[in-house]
């Protein structure tokens, strides 16, 4: 079995920063990269970046110059920075963990992904 268990979440003001952090845990497993998506209250989960394990950093483009992925898979940890915070990153963030290799948009789609967290709420006022 294993774990994925985020922390970092909570109620800022737009403009402001925040740390989110993902440990994986558990049996051994394989992993080429983790990742963070987010759920926005009526809309469907949608990818926000990926650290792979070897190449350069994924980021969807709503997040791009704000948000920063950073980890060490060798240890199964990941974060994301997120800067100049807006009313609409408001949402559920989930840390998530694929074992094979993915390339372009093929990172973005919820079915590669094996190991999922159970989210952490991040709410930006306005």
């Known amino acids: 079995q294993v774990q994925v268990a985020e922390s970092g979440g909570g109620l800022v003001q737009a403009g402001d920063s925040l740390r989110l952090s993902c440990v994986a845990s558990?049996?051994?497993?394989?992993?080429?990269?983790m990742g963070w998506f987010r759920q926005a209250p009526g809309k469907e989960r949608e990818f926000v970046a990926l650290?792979?394990?070897?190449?350069?950093?994924y980021y969807a483009d709503s997040v791009k110059g704000r948000f920063t992925i950073a980890g060490d898979n060798a240890k199964s940890t990941v974060t994301l920075q997120m800067h100049s915070l807006k009313p609409e990153d408001t949402a559920v963030y989930y840390c998530?963990?694929?074992?094979?290799?993915?390339?372009?948009?093929?990172?973005?789609?919820?079915?590669?992904?094996?190991?999922w967290g159970q989210g952490t709420q991040v709410t930006v006022s306005s």
């Open positions: 650290n792979p394990s070897s190449g350069s950093a």
């Open positions: 998530a963990v694929r074992s094979r290799y993915c390339s372009g948009y093929g990172c973005y789609r919820l079915d590669g992904y094996d190991y």
């Open positions: 558990g049996r051994t497993f394989s992993r080429y990269a």
